[in-house]
Structures are given as structure tokens and as C-alpha cells.
């Protein structure tokens, strides 16, 4: 049996970009699908798939796993990225989907077999103000989820601007973005949370994503102020640069801190467990390269008492998705996976998606990744300019900027 065909599938059935690379093979009828989504740069994903990986590989033997991603993750020189990791991690995933479906078994069983048997999820409530807010997490306690990330202002505080300049945290002349005022996001966080445990009590876990946004000093100011209201996890609280800072934050607060959503080389996570220093290592799979260096990221984690969060956003393909739940159920040391679901129609274009169920997620008993795409149903839902995210193909939530003008991190 080899390798005769690596493609890249983009499709956007629920109005998000989505990157899934095809592994056929000899054998008929045998083929693997991988996460490959990189929303941001989903074209230049799929010209490095076909133009440089499907050669590479043609006539190679798809079960030789490892050795194929040490081919691929050195074959351009320079390594790591996200473009280059989320190519690697299409085929890496397609190639883990494959060797399940030839031995017949589910990947959990690939992986070692089930330690528990469904991975709990948290899900996301955002709102103007506590109420609204509030009102979503009642929402989906009585859909059975007890782990909710909770935002006011909007994702990232957006609508949490500075009135001072009179033009609702804008200055004259100011440049498209979405506005963000760092000092006033800070303040509103810990009163959505004083307002949510007062209505809520502790029974609920609750989470907070920072998403780098604020200076690292503000960072450990807010992890501290949060501590009264004991979240499950504080995520992202600084930048990938910054995290020289977090020896300073774990000696200051019990917060626990979840890092790693924009993490693509293991330098940026090594340190940083090895000392302890996190609670949660939160990747996105496919950006560091798939399953076979999520498996060691995850065992390195394990030896020094770090949980996983894999990030799981809309902006993960339902294949990705399978990835994670096998991966989670098979984990000792797994914490928490992020689910975000979506319409029916993520359905018709990926046939076994996984699905949530009081708070759970549960991986197929089908060989492999259990999860496959309809290519011809995908095609009805191609990438477009005005997709969610973008605003005439462009990166538009990125584009964050504080009240004078100045770019903040998205």
C-alpha cells in the first residue's frame, strides 16, 4: 500500500474558513482526512498541501507515521509556523485515520485506550453587560455543560471603549478596527465575575479568556483581583513574547492560568511546564503539526502535573475536533476541552462529527478518526470574501486598536 494523492479541501458551511487535507491511498477506497485550518491564511495552507507535500509523498508507505512527519516537518529547512505546522498536521491526522481504519479500531485504541469516557467541554457566553451574559450561562447549565468561558463587552472587550474622547473610544480620523480600551476591560472583568458567582454561587465553573490584550503587569493585577471567584482557569493572561512574566504572576496569584492557544514551536512551551509555571496547555493541534507531537507534548506535560485544553473554536474543522476528543479520552492527564459546535449543515459536510452531550463530548467507535468530509456537499460552501472574520478579504478582528490609534494584540 502508498500514498497517491494529498489534496486540500477549503469549505466554509458555517461561514467559517475550513482546511481539510484527503490522504488516498493504494488500497481502494482507502483514504485519511486531517485538520489543516488556518483560517487567516487558509489559501497559502492548501498551496503548500499540493504544491510541495502531495509530490513529496506519492509512493510513500502511510503507515510509516513518525518518520513521515520528521520528512515533512524538515523538508522546507526552516521549521515551525503556523502555515507549514497545519499542512504537517493534515497529514498527520489523515495518516492517524488510515492506520485506525486498517487495524479496525478507533484511534483512542491507537492511542492506548480510554481512560474516561468522554471528554468534558466548556462552551463560550458573551454579552454587553453581567445580564446578558448571566443569561446565556443559565443557558447552557440547563443544557447540561458546568464549564463556561464567560466575556463582557463582546469577544475580547471590544465594545468596551473609552467614552472620553467623544466618539465612542475613537479619536477624528482614526483607522478601521475594533476599539479596545485595556483599563476598562480590566475593571469590568472582576465585576462580571462578582455578579455571576453572587447569582450563580460556586457550583459552576466558570473561565476568562484575556487573549493577550493587556500589559503584563495589568495581566497579574487582573489574575489577582480574580482570585475571590475561583476560576476553573484565567486563559491566555499574557502574549507568547511576555511569558518571561510568568514566574512573576504564578508567585503572586493562585489563578489558575491556562497558555499556549498561539503557541507553534516547542520552545514556547517547554520552559514554561518544566517549571511549573502553567496549569493548563492549552494548543491548537493543527498548529503545532497534528496528533503525533500533540501525544508528546501532552506526556511532557504529564511529568510535571499540567493539564490539557486543547483550543477548540469554530475555527476548528469537525475532523480537528474528532482529533481532540480521541486524544482526550485517551490523556491521563487531560483538563478541560473548548467546543463551540455549530449548525446542522457542519453535518452534511462532515458525516460523524462528534456531537455534545450533557457537557460531554464522545469520540465514534468507527476505525480511525471516525469523522469523514462530502466533498461534493462541501463544494456548495466555498471560501468567500465576506466570511466571518474577514470584510473584503481581509483579517478584520485582528485589527484591534486602543483609544489613540495604537494596534493592541488581537
Known amino acids: 500500500m502508498h500514498i497517491t494523492s494529498v489534496r486540500c479541501i477549503l469549505t466554509a458551511p458555517a461561514g467559517v474558513g475550513l482546511a481539510v487535507v484527503k490522504v488516498e491511498t493504494s488500497e481502494a477506497g482507502l483514504h485519511g482526512v486531517g485538520c489543516a485550518t488556518f483560517t487567516q491564511r487558509a489559501l497559502a495552507v492548501r498551496t503548500v498541501v499540493e504544491e510541495?507535500?502531495?509530490?513529496?509523498?506519492?509512493?510513500?508507505?502511510?503507515?510509516?507515521?513518525?518518520?513521515?512527519?520528521?520528512?515533512?516537518?524538515?523538508?522546507?529547512?526552516?521549521?515551525?509556523?503556523p502555515v507549514l505546522n497545519n499542512a504537517l498536521s493534515g497529514i498527520d491526522q489523515a495518516l492517524w485515520d488510515i492506520k485506525g481504519k486498517v487495524a479496525g479500531m478507533p484511534l483512542y485504541e491507537l492511542l492506548g485506550g480510554k481512560v474516561r469516557e468522554g471528554a468534558a467541554v466548556y462552551a463560550h457566553a458573551e454579552g454587553r453587560d453581567a445580564d446578558e451574559v448571566l443569561d446565556q450561562v443559565l443557558a447552557l447549565r440547563a443544557d447540561g455543560l458546568r464549564h463556561v468561558r464567560c466575556q463582557v463587552g463582546g469577544y475580547g472587550a471590544a465594545r468596551l471603549t473609552s467614552r472620553s474622547t467623544g466618539s465612542g473610544g475613537r479619536l477624528p480620523h482614526a483607522q478601521p478596527g475594533q476599539y479596545f480600551d485595556p483599563s476598562l476591560y480590566a475593571r469590568a472583568v472582576?465585576?462580571?465575575?462578582?455578579?455571576?458567582?453572587?447569582?450563580?454561587?460556586?457550583?459552576?465553573?466558570?473561565?476568562?479568556?484575556?487573549?493577550?490584550?493587556?500589559?503584563?503587569?495589568?495581566?497579574?493585577?487582573?489574575?489577582?483581583?480574580?482570585?475571590?471567584?475561583?476560576?476553573?482557569?484565567?486563559?491566555?493572561?499574557?502574549?507568547?513574547?511576555?511569558?518571561?512574566?510568568?514566574?512573576?504572576?504564578?508567585?503572586?496569584?493562585?489563578?489558575?492560568?491556562?497558555?499556549?492557544?498561539?503557541?507553534?514551536?516547542?520552545?514556547?512551551?517547554?520552559?514554561i511546564i518544566v517549571r511549573r509555571q502553567i496549569d493548563f496547555i492549552r494548543v491548537h493541534v493543527s498548529d503545532i503539526g497534528g496528533i503525533t507531537p500533540a501525544r508528546k507534548l501532552a506526556a511532557l506535560a504529564e511529568a510535571f502535573g499540567v493539564r490539557t485544553a486543547f483550543h477548540g473554536p469554530s475555527d476548528v474543522s469537525p475532523v480537528g475536533h474528532a482529533a481532540n476528543v480521541h486524544l482526550d479520552v485517551a490523556l491521563p492527564n487531560f483538563g478541560i476541552q473548548e467546543y463551540t459546535g455549530g449548525p446542522d449543515v457542519l453535518r452534511e459536510v462532515f458525516p460523524g462529527a462528534p456531537e455534545q452531550r450533557d457537557g460531554y463530548l464522545v469520540p465514534t467507535d468507527s476505525p480511525g478518526l471516525g469523522v469523514d468530509i462530502d466533498e461534493t456537499v462541501a463544494a456548495r460552501y466555498p471560501l468567500h470574501a465576506d466570511m466571518a472574520q474577514f470584510r473584503d478579504g481581509v483579517v478584520d478582528w485582528t485589527q484591534s486598536r486602543r483609544p489613540d490609534g495604537s494596534l493592541n494584540r488581537p
Open 52 to 81: 510541495y507535500l502531495d509530490p513529496l509523498l506519492h509512493g510513500r508507505d502511510p503507515s510509516g507515521i513518525e518518520d513521515i512527519w520528521q520528512l515533512v516537518y524538515q523538508n522546507a529547512y526552516w521549521r515551525n509556523g
Open 190 to 271: 472582576p465585576a462580571l465575575f462578582e455578579d455571576l458567582r453572587a447569582a450563580l454561587g460556586f457550583e459552576m465553573e466558570l473561565l476568562h479568556d484575556v487573549h493577550e490584550r493587556l500589559a503584563p503587569i495589568d495581566a497579574i493585577r487582573l489574575a489577582k483581583d480574580l482570585e475571590p471567584y475561583r476560576l476553573f482557569f484565567l486563559e491566555d493572561p499574557l502574549a507568547p513574547e511576555d511569558r518571561g512574566w510568568l514566574a512573576r504572576l504564578r508567585a503572586q496569584t493562585a489563578t489558575p492560568v491556562a497558555m499556549g492557544e498561539l503557541f507553534t514551536h516547542p520552545l514556547e512551551w517547554q520552559e
